[in-house]
C-alpha cells in the first residue's frame, strides 16, 4: 500500500512537500543552485556559494597555500581607477574590480610565484581589449618578500595612424609594451600579510592637456590661436605626456 502511494504520488512531489516543511529551506537550496525539485542544477552557483566565507572572501580551505591578494587597478597616466577589470591569478579567476579599481581576493601560493592578469573591454565605448600581465616571485609571506618581475601590456590591432600599410595608407599593428614591474607588487609590510599588486593599464592613459580645440581664444606660445590650429599641439602633449616627458 506504501509503495503504491510513493509510486503514484511521485518522488519530487514529497520532496517538494518536505522542502515546504522547512519553510525557507527550499528556496535557500534553489538560490545556490542545489538541484532540488522546482530548481534548476548550477553548478557554478553552487560553487561560488561553497567557496564563500561569512566575510565575503573565498574560504580558504578551498584553496591550497592561501595568499589575500589585493588589487588596485589604474590607468598608467592620470592615476584613474578601472572599474570592471576581470583579475586572474594564474588562470583562475579572482572576480572583477569595483567603482574604486579594488578587489580582495584568495589565490593559491604554494610556489612562491604567481602570474597576474587583468583583462579589460568596454564594447559600449568602443575601447579596444586589454590585457595586463605581471609575473611575480619570490612570494614568502612570513617573511614579507615578494618581487615584481615583468609587467606587459597588450592591445590587439590599434591603428598606427603613421604606419606604412599597402598605397600609403595606415597600417594595423598590436600594441604591446613589456617594462619592469619591480614596483608593482609587494607583501604589506606590516598587519596581515597581503599581496599588494598595482594593475597599470594602458587604456585611457592619455593626459589631456588644458588647450580646448574649440575655444576661439586659446595661445599657443603667446601668439592667439583657434580651432585646428591647436589639434596638433594638442595631440603631441598627449603623446610626450603618455611617455612621461613634462614640457
Known sequence: MAEAQFASRGIGTMLRELLGEFGAAGEVARGVGLPVPGGTPAPEK?????????GGAVATDTTPCPLTVVISARTRAGD??????SIYADAVKLGT???NGMLRSIASACEGRMRIKAVYENADRRVKREEFTLEITGI????RKATGGQARNFIGKVQ?????????FPGDKDFVDSYSGSELATIAPTGPAEL???????????SVPYRNQNDRSETVASAPASGSVLCM???AEMQARYWGSRP
Open 46 to 54: 553552487m560553487q561560488a556559494f561553497l567557496a564563500q566565507a561569512a
Open 140 to 143: 614568502d609571506a612570513p617573511a
Open 80 to 85: 584613474v581607477p578601472l572599474r570592471g577589470l
Open 160 to 168: 598606427v595612424v603613421f604606419g606604412s600599410g599597402e598605397g600609403g
Open 233 to 235: 599641439p594638442s595631440a
Open 196 to 206: 599588494l599588486v598595482s594593475v597599470k593599464m594602458a587604456t585611457l592613459s592619455l
Open 97 to 99: 574590480t569595483d567603482q
